[in-house]
């Protein structure tokens, strides 16, 4: 598994990567367009062998998680593991996927809590039609 | 009324500017607006008609009964809605000249009932809908509280650990409840790892999911338990946080001063400022979208967040970038 270190690279590259994208075949062009759009919304960038796996230590930490809340997640078949002889094993890809999803709940989150005003108001609507 | 009737006599002057400016929504609640005679038809007429206060109704409206009230050289003309029992007042002005002047209030109303056009100053739909809109803020504001004091029982049974189940009423009692709450505290003793990690399952019935109702309800029992925001990890419906060791115990204490007091606790905005590629996206401050930080936070970036302390994670990761 290797991470690419985008977090450096100047928006203005970006743009012009974009320009090139515009030029290329449609196959690298979406390729080069959700590359770019991962590294403007701060996106690890992340070339994996899927089929690689990870142990739940090995997997709390890349998520940035206490192991506890980690063994919690795989008790309740949020993420899919294997056993191998006692222990527990994770597919990195399966791990993507959580975090993917995590990551998309986490900004919704953020988002809700910046416009709480608005979300107030709008519930107040909500109310206001049913008296 | 508020418009042509009110043009003076008010306690300050932002009430008329946004009156001026056809700002409705911002006048809530009407019925506190800083003018002598909406003060007065706020006493004179409460939740009780029993104890309603008016001087009689106005002789000279014949077409409309208006009830009159009088505050000093205002006097103002009620009317009630019959069928909602809603009281509106609908006309108000000065007494001028001992009645002789054109411009006194029962000259006025004397006029109009002539006219015919009384039946022109009764409550229109705009009205009616302000009205609602003020009833439901209210209703919402106690709900709020509620629901607060809901989390606290909620914490104090599980603060040192355990699972407690509460279920939330949708804040007209009519509409049943509208989720189910979950909140569990596991005290991790792991050696170098100590911790109370909490967990809330926000399960909302199927009609009220993704509402802004289920939305406001989410936002206020996190910020009941942990106004940080950016302390918050999420994955679907669960919600999770780490305290440290006794930090919920601690919190129980804060959150019975928010209910002893009435008063809703708020929500922190991050106190640090983040490094994130956004940052150079002046767009994304006007849309209000959340940009991820290098230390993985999702944040909304605001025009003071240059301002703050950096986020020490931030930085150092941003040292060790190349180049």
Known sequence: MKTLETSNIPVDQLDELDQFAATAGPELRDVLMSLSRCVREGDEVVVIDGSKTVTPSQAAERLGMSRTHLYKLLDRGEIVFHRVGRDRRIRVHDLLQFEEQRQRDRRELAERFAHQRQTAAAATDEIADLL | ?323
Not at chain 2, 45 to 56: C, R
Not at chain 2, 74 to 94: E, H, I, N, P, S
Not at chain 2, 130 to 157: F, G, H, P, S
Request: proline share 5%; aromatic share 6%.
């Open chain 2, 1 to 323: 009324m508020l418009k042509e009737d009110l043009t003076s006599g008010w306690d300050s002057p932002v009430p008329q500017r946004k009156i001026a400016a056809g700002q409705h929504s911002e006048l809530h609640p009407v019925s506190e607006l800083p003018h002598p005679i909406i003060a007065k038809a706020t006493e004179s007429f409460g939740p009780d008609a029993a104890h309603d206060n008016y001087v009689g109704p106005i002789a000279s409206a014949t077409q409309l009964r208006l009830l009159e009230i009088k505050q000093s050289q205002w006097r103002g003309g009620v009317w009630q809605d019959t069928k909602t029992g809603v009281r509106w007042l609908v006309v108000a002005g000065l007494a001028k000249g001992d009645h002789q002047d054109r411009d006194d209030f029962y000259q006025r109303v004397q006029r109009a009932n002539e006219a015919g056009d009384l039946k022109g100053w009764l409550p229109t739909d705009d009205d009616r809908r302000l009205l609602k809109q003020e009833t439901a803020a209210r209703i919402r504001t106690e709900w709020e509280l509620n629901v607060q004091r809901q989390v606290r029982d909620a914490l104090r049974a599980v603060q040192h650990g355990g699972t407690h189940t509460m279920t939330i009423d949708h804040p007209l009692s009519a509409e049943g409840p509208i989720a189910r709450v979950d909140l569990s505290v596991a005290a991790v003793r792991d050696g170098d790892y100590q911790a109370d990690e909490i967990d809330l399952d926000i399960a909302a019935n199927s009609q009220f999911a993704g509402s802004n109702l289920a939305w406001h309800l989410t936002t206020r029992i996190l910020i009941s338990i942990s106004p940080p925001e950016q302390s918050w990890d999420r994955y679907k419906d669960t919600y999770s946080n780490i305290g440290e060791v006794g930090a919920w115990a601690a919190r129980v204490a804060e959150l019975d001063n928010f209910v002893d007091s009435q008063t809703l606790a708020e929500s922190v905005s991050g106190s640090t400022s983040h490094y994130s590629h956004r940052k150079h996206l002046a767009g994304s401050t006007v849309e209000g979208k959340a940009v991820r930080a290098l230390c993985g936070a999702f944040f909304v970036p605001t025009q003071d967040h240059e301002a703050l302390p950096e986020c020490p994670t931030c930085s150092q990761r941003f040292e060790e970038l190349p180049g």
